[in-house]
């Protein structure tokens, strides 16, 4: 299994800024870089992008093309060395890749559908070479400067992808479209699989950590000290701070400036690689699920609408003791609080709409929540109107 630290968004190089974060509170907004390439077929424009206003503070606009003039106070973006466009240039998209679901800072549109699934063109050789495949596990990051203190900037991981399979022809793209929700995908053109080089796209594996109910590929909800590589936020960031299991064994780094801290930790300098290997060993593997471990509360998970068998829900529970003698009136607040833990436990996964409350259940409730008795009987009240309906 492989391990790949995969740089993503904009930079020095590309973009010409770093993506903003807020070092205090950790939100941040992840840029993807620019583009005029032609066989990417399909096209976003940054003002496509729709985005949460103000969500880091100071920062307004409605797209991200209005975040990026906000952020810069110019239109301006870097494409290449010596080579600008305005950010509204009609023959400049942004490539937004990867996809790994809607990210927290992103309202999602109807014509712009954010699908799940990493492409790799220029160093899809390279991922070939060191056998990336199925299994193995790409942890996205990026460059991320504050928007409160122009010294304070780092390298951080954002996101994440468990790879299930390896897409390796327009032919097997069209097979898992739907599926992935990959229409916009700017990887899944005809155009892209008939260039001379590889092509590839990668779609995530349904758990990363199905027991700790992480997804096989997502966001962090917020950026903090535990997701940063650099080893210094305010010098040399692209100087890394790594557990010793990956010394002298990345891929892509200037290694003779490998480092033995003594700590456990390792530190070298990177180079301009975008996809750093590694052989994912047992003390890695044991370090991959502590780092998440740290970040469960850290896991975005969209917000969805509530359902209208909440809304019954909340009625049964208003009305119950009128519905059956010997109810007790349950106060507003308090069917409140149980339409909250109901939809809890919905989004974190640890009831999907059980039929009875058995001991595997009661073990998952009891693992996540001190007061674990009312999160019980928040299920006992909702088995009792689904069979009152």
């Given at each position: 299994?492989?391990?790949?630290?995969?740089?993503?968004?904009?930079?020095?190089?590309?973009?010409?800024?770093?993506?903003?974060?807020?070092h205090?509170t950790g939100?941040?907004?992840?840029?993807?870089?620019?583009?005029?390439v032609?066989?990417?077929?399909?096209h976003?424009?940054y003002?496509?992008?729709?985005?949460?206003?103000?969500?880091?503070?100071?920062?307004?606009?409605?797209?991200?093309?209005?975040?990026?003039?906000?952020?810069?106070?110019?239109?301006?973006?870097?494409?290449r060395?010596?080579?600008?466009?305005?950010?509204?240039?009609?023959?400049?998209?942004?490539?937004?890749?990867?996809m790994?679901?809607?990210?927290?800072?992103?309202?999602?549109?109807?014509?712009f559908?954010?699908?799940m699934?990493?492409?790799?063109?220029?160093?899809?050789?390279?991922?070939?070479?060191?056998?990336?495949?199925?299994?193995?596990?790409?942890?996205?990051?990026?460059?991320?400067?504050?928007?409160?203190?122009?010294?304070?900037?780092?390298?951080?991981?954002?996101?994440?992808l468990?790879?299930k399979?390896?897409?390796?022809?327009?032919?097997?793209c069209?097979?898992?479209?739907?599926?992935?929700s990959?229409?916009?995908?700017?990887?899944?053109?005809?155009?892209?699989?008939s260039?001379?080089?590889?092509n590839?796209?990668?779609?995530?594996?349904?758990?990363l950590?199905?027991?700790?109910?992480?997804?096989?590929?997502?966001?962090?909800?917020?950026?903090n000290?535990?997701?940063?590589?650099?080893?210094?936020?305010?010098?040399?960031?692209?100087?890394?701070?790594?557990?010793?299991?990956f010394?002298?064994?990345l891929?892509?780094?200037?290694?003779?400036?490998?480092?033995?801290?003594?700590?456990?930790?390792?530190?070298?300098?990177?180079?301009?690689?975008?996809?750093?290997?590694?052989?994912?060993?047992?003390?890695?593997e044991?370090?991959?699920r502590?780092?998440f471990?740290?970040?469960q509360?850290?896991?975005?998970?969209?917000?969805?609408?509530?359902?209208?068998?909440?809304?019954?829900?909340?009625?049964?529970?208003?009305?119950?003791?009128l519905?059956?003698?010997?109810e007790?009136?349950?106060?507003?607040?308090?069917?409140?609080q149980?339409i909250?833990?109901?939809e809890?436990?919905?989004?974190?996964?640890?009831?999907?709409?059980e039929?009875?409350?058995?001991?595997?259940l009661?073990?998952?409730?009891?693992?996540r929540?001190?007061?674990?008795?009312t999160?019980?009987?928040?299920?006992?009240?909702?088995?009792?109107?689904?069979?009152?309906?």
């Amino acid at each position: 299994m492989k391990l790949v630290l995969s740089r993503k968004g904009f930079d020095s190089g590309s973009g010409g800024c770093f993506s903003p974060y807020n070092h205090n509170t950790g939100k941040y907004i992840w840029f993807p870089i620019p583009e005029k390439v032609n066989s990417y077929l399909n096209h976003i424009r940054y003002s496509d992008i729709l985005v949460k206003n103000e969500y880091i503070s100071g920062l307004k606009g409605t797209n991200l093309s209005e975040v990026y003039k906000s952020l810069k106070g110019t239109d301006r973006v870097k494409l290449r060395e010596n080579e600008y466009a305005s950010i509204n240039d009609d023959e400049l998209f942004a490539h937004f890749d990867p996809m790994l679901g809607i990210p927290p800072w992103i309202r999602e549109i109807e014509r712009f559908k954010i699908g799940m699934g990493f492409g790799q063109f220029n160093a899809a050789p390279h991922l070939g070479k060191h056998n990336v495949n199925q299994g193995s596990i790409f942890l996205f990051f990026g460059g991320f400067k504050s928007t409160l203190n122009k010294k304070i900037s780092g390298h951080y991981i954002y996101g994440w992808l468990k790879v299930k399979k390896r897409i390796e022809t327009y032919k097997q793209c069209k097979e898992i479209l739907d599926k992935y929700s990959l229409d916009h995908h700017p990887h899944i053109t005809e155009a892209a699989f008939s260039r001379n080089q590889k092509n590839y796209i990668f779609v995530p594996d349904q758990w990363l950590f199905e027991d700790l109910k992480i997804p096989g590929c997502g966001y962090f909800t917020m950026l903090n000290d535990q997701l940063l590589l650099s080893n210094n936020k305010e010098a040399n960031i692209a100087t890394w701070n790594l557990p010793n299991f990956f010394y002298k064994s990345l891929t892509q780094v200037h290694h003779k400036t490998w480092q033995n801290t003594q700590d456990g930790y390792c530190t070298v300098k990177t180079g301009i690689g975008q996809e750093f290997v590694t052989q994912l060993t047992e003390n890695g593997e044991k370090w991959l699920r502590g780092l998440f471990l740290k970040n469960q509360n850290n896991i975005y998970r969209l917000e969805t609408a509530v359902s209208n068998d909440i809304l019954d829900f909340k009625d049964y529970l208003t009305q119950k003791h009128l519905l059956k003698k010997g109810e007790k009136k349950l106060k507003p607040e308090s069917v409140e609080q149980y339409i909250s833990r109901l939809e809890n436990m919905r989004r974190l996964g640890i009831f999907n709409n059980e039929k009875q409350i058995d001991s595997a259940l009661v073990e998952k409730i009891q693992d996540r929540y001190k007061d674990w008795k009312t999160y019980v009987k928040t299920i006992e009240h909702y088995l009792a109107f689904i069979s009152y309906k």
